[in-house]
Nanobody, 117 residues
């Protein structure tokens, strides 16, 4: 499975951050994966943001009021939207395919998003 993030690298405060992950070698219609977004702010650890799977969507409680993850099976893409961003949302954002019931997962290369006016 290969994943590639795309989206703007600069977002203004209070606006919506939107990133797309394009998947190849695996299908978003499959029930085998959690399709996941993870980020790493500068100097901090990786932070699981949320995931979408055949069983539903799951979000980090601290982001739940601002986050939405959706998928477009016709394009084999899934999308992250994060509303009302602040400079604290500046991070490298990764999409990830977590193979359920195993320790196997696949990562995109990551994309830097900076929140600044």
């Amino acid at each position: 499975v290969q994943l590639q993030e795309s989206g703007p690298g600069l977002v203004k405060p209070s606006q919506t951050l939107s990133l797309t992950c394009t998947v190849s070698g695996g299908s978003l219609t499959s029930n085998l994966y959690y399709w996941t977004w993870i980020r790493q702010p500068p100097g901090k650890e990786l932070e699981w943001m949320g995931a979408i799977a055949s069983s539903g969507s799951y979000y980090r409680p601290s982001l739940k009021s601002r986050i939405s993850i959706s998928k477009d099976t016709s394009k084999n893409q899934f999308t992250l939207q994060l509303n009302s961003v602040t400079p604290e949302d500046t991070a490298v954002y990764y999409c990830n395919a977590d193979l359920r019931w195993t320790a196997v997962d696949y990562w995109g290369q990551g994309t830097q998003v900076t929140v600044s006016s």
